[in-house]
Nanobody, 127 residues
Framework: VQLQASGGGLVQAGASTRLSCVAS????????MGWFRQAPGKEREFVAV????????HDGPSMEGRVAISRDNAKNTVYLQMNSLKPEDTATYYC?????????????????????WGQGTLVTVSS
């Protein structure tokens, strides 16, 4: 599946922003969808994942309580709402997909090369 993320930019600390990721090429509802981020000089880290029907989510520790992942299957799109942003949230945010699985938290544990990736969108949080 091909993924195209958008919505990044420069935001002030404390503000909110929403990222979008549009999928194409395969049946969107065959995939659980997630978001990762990678700050300069750091490893890529898991942010959140959502089930195929959108009824289950799992957040990683990096932004827990400040993010909400959602999806619109009619638009083949997954979203990441980020609130109370901090300068340390500055990173390139990537959407990811993997085939449906009962345990959606697996996305946070599988090798990164097993996932399909979008190109990333940069979010810069100014203090």
């Amino acid at each position: 599946v091909q993924l195209q993320a958008s919505g990044g930019g420069l935001v002030q600390a404390g503000a909110s922003t929403r990222l979008s990721c549009v999928a194409s090429g395969r049946t969107f509802t065959q995939y659980i969808m997630g978001w990762f981020r990678q700050a300069p000089g750091k490893e890529r880290e898991f942010v959140a994942v959502i089930s195929v029907r959108g009824d289950r989510t799992h957040d990683g520790p990096s932004m827990e309580g400040r993010v909400a992942i959602s999806r619109d299957n009619a638009k083949n799109t997954v979203y990441l709402q980020m609130n109370s942003l901090k300068p340390e949230d500055t990173a390139t945010y990537y959407c990811a997909a993997c085939e449906d699985t009962p345990d959606i938290s697996l996305m946070s544990r599988v090798p990164l090369f097993t996932l399909d990736w979008g190109q990333g969108t940069l979010v810069t949080v100014s203090s």
